[in-house]
Structures are given as C-alpha cells and as structure tokens.
C-alpha cells in the first residue's frame, strides 16, 4: 500500500484534507457499487446479500448495506478489532451513495450501456478503495473482519475471503440477489482495479 501525503499516523488522526479524501473514495466507491446493481447484470458479493435482503424487507439497497456493515462489525467484538474514523465512515457513506447512484442513475436496456455500468462501477470501486484505504483510517467492516479472522484461526487471508465471499453470495442468491455476468467480472477484475489504482496513487503522489 503506497504511503501518501494524507496517510495518517493512527486511525483517528484527523485533518480537513484527509477526511474530505476518505469521503470522496468512500462515495465514489458506493456509487460505483450503485452502477453494478443498475446495470441488472449481476452484483459484487456483498450487493447480491444487500439486494436480496432489500427484496425480503422494506430496506433500501443502501440501507440493507448499513445494516450489514454494522452486523459485520458487531463481530469485530469478539476478535478484539477496533475500529477507526475510516470504519465508521465506510458504514455511512458507503450506504448512502448506494442509494443515491439508484435513485438517481438511468436503468440501462442496452446491453453495451449495461456491460459498460458494470466496468465503470468496477473502476470506481477499485479508485475509491485505493482513496480511502490510503487514509490509514481504519478498514471497512468487511475487511477488519476478514484480517481479524487470518490473525486469530492462521487461515490465509484469501482463503478466508473466498469462504466469506462465497457464503454471502449463496446467502443472498437464496434472498434473490442477482448473480450474473456482473458477479463474475466483478470477481475477475475488483483485485486489478484497485492494485492499478494504488499504483496510480503512488506515482501521483511520489516525491
């Protein structure tokens, strides 16, 4: 992960500039999430549980997203995590730029404009991790529990992602969450994005 100028030295260390780019990453990141689900190509994993949960309730995508971001990080309690500014935020702004990008994006029937929501949510997904994730304000719940896990059981890290990610995308395709073309590029392409991200970031801000 590249250090930057707006990389803080703890999870609450505080400024205007660094809170105002946690905020933009974290928004573009919801919106671009938004994107995917508009597309009706199919949803990352954790959208598929959003969506699902949102058809079985009288949730918003957006707020199925905070209510599962805030069960996610109830179990932060047990593994001792603690979260930052960073985790907080990523609940709230993640959520509500998610309900903002479907209330206020054109649902697509071309398949062209559709595949390209899908690459565009992609790109801003990966763009937004990189912005916030260089904050050095804390992760989001998703990850803290992820890493938490590895510490605590001595499972790789991507071993606990593909068991977390496949259990939500189950549990949400049961809900009827949309699985599609979307999930799988999704899949193949969210770790490129954002490791191009960072090293776009880095080479901005290389002195």
């Known amino acids: 992960m590249p250090v930057t100028p707006w990389t803080a030295n703890h999870r609450w260390d505080l400024n205007v500039p660094r809170v105002f780019i946690l905020s933009f990453g974290l928004f573009i990141f919801g919106i671009g999430d938004s994107l995917i689900i508009v597309s009706d190509l199919g949803n990352a994993p954790w959208s ?21 971001s805030g069960i996610v990080l109830a179990l932060w309690i047990p593994l001792r995590e603690k979260p930052g500014f960073g985790t907080i935020a990523n609940i709230v702004i993640i959520a509500t730029a998610i309900d903002i990008g479907i209330a206020t994006i054109p649902h697509p029937h ?3 404009i559709q595949l390209l929501y899908v690459l565009t949510g992609i790109f801003l997904v990966g763009a937004g991790s990189a912005l916030y994730i260089t904050c050095g304000l804390g992760p989001g719940p998703r990850d803290g529990w992820m ?22 995308l189950i549990c949400g395709a049961l809900l009827g969450g949309r699985l599609g073309l979307g999930t799988a590029l999704f899949a193949l392409l969210i770790g490129y994005a954002v490791a191009s991200s960072f090293g776009v970031v880095a080479r901005l801000t290389q002195k």
């Open 147 to 168: 890493t938490s896990l590895h510490r605590r059981t001595g499972i790789s890290v991507g071993r606990v992602r593909f068991m977390i990610e496949v259990s939500v």
């Open 110 to 112: 071309n398949f062209a």
């Open 48 to 68: 598929v549980l959003a969506q699902g949960i949102s058809l079985r309730t009288p949730l918003s995508v957006g707020a199925a997203t905070f209510l599962i």
